[in-house]
């Protein structure tokens, strides 16, 4: 198949899969979602993922109609239907469905799944950045499908000529449209604490733990829009993009003083991604 659309046990192309309106997902955005990068039908850190969609579930009461386990293998059969060496896994959770009413409805969570082929970014090429006020509300630390913020924040960067916006809030960075950011600094990595201004990425996680198995200092503090322009290097973090640099913000050349490390990370998680997925004759 081209590609893969998934709905509470009905497959098909993407775009002849529907679901009803009673969903709440299509009322309110009531739900979470996740996803992941695939290749050699090997979905990238899967059990990472689930755990987070799952937590991210029980903490806005959200009854899954999987197990972990089962989302798991459903996964990893799916993918093998899609062409393509290398794809991008889409899966949400909704509260359900119901007559539209804003208070929970006592079913359980509908899941949608979408799979389509898609190529891992070049990790080395040093992307443009802008900036752009963090006016998202508070639970930033949950996955959920309420993203107008991230879109708005998105379109914000195309319109930029940008890859990727930057969210401030009261004058320190959070992260981005759909990535986190952390910065190099004086052979240190500092990246924003995981409250609930920011997403706990899992490839943000990856980072932390390739950063502290090579000895390099990780601090969690917040950090300041002039700390990311001074870094020494500046890394943008995602399922998509892995690691990549930061050439400029809002136009203005940053980085290239510490490529070293920069490329020391970037290789161990890239190279991760490519062993953990290989095929094992």
């Known amino acids: 198949m081209k590609n893969l659309g998934y709905y509470n046990g009905n497959i098909g192309l993407i775009d002849e899969i529907s679901a009803p309106i009673t969903d709440r997902a299509f009322y309110f955005g009531d739900g979470v979602y996740d996803a992941v990068m695939c290749r050699n039908n090997i979905p990238y850190l899967l059990s990472h993922h689930i755990n987070r969609i799952y937590k991210n579930a029980s903490l806005l009461s959200i009854a899954p109609p999987n ?7 459903l996964i990893k059969e799916l993918v093998k239907r899609v062409d393509g060496e290398e794809k991008f896994v889409y899966f949400h959770i909704s509260r359900g469905s119901g007559i539209r009413n804003h208070e929970f409805t006592n079913t359980k969570g509908n899941l949608c799944i979408m799979i389509k ?9 040093k992307m443009d950045v802008c900036t752009t006020k963090d006016i998202r509300f508070q639970m930033c630390n949950i996955k959920t499908l309420n993203l107008i913020p991230s879109v708005l924040c998105a379109q914000h960067a195309k319109n930029n000529k940008c890859e990727e916006s930057v969210f401030v809030r009261d004058g320190y960075v959070t992260e981005c449209s759909h990535s986190n950011i952390s910065i ?20 943000r996680a990856n980072l932390i733990s390739v950063a502290q198995k090579n000895n390099i200092e ?11 322009i001074d870094a020494d290097e500046i890394i943008v973090t995602s399922s998509s993009k892995m690691a990549k640099g930061v050439k400029t913000v809002d136009g203005k050349v940053v980085g290239g003083k510490d490529e070293n490390t920069l490329k020391l990370l970037q290789d161990e998680i890239y190279f991760d991604y490519i062993n953990t997925t290989n095929i094992h004759l």
């Open 184 to 203: 190099l600094k004086n052979g240190k990595l500092i990246t924003a604490p995981a409250d609930c201004h920011i997403l706990p990425g899992v490839t």
């Open 218 to 228: 990780v601090i969690e503090k917040r950090y300041t829009l002039a700390e990311l």
């Open 67 to 73: 197990t972990k386990e089962e989302l798991s293998l």
């Open 117 to 125: 082929p898609q190529k891992i970014e070049n990790v080395y090429e």
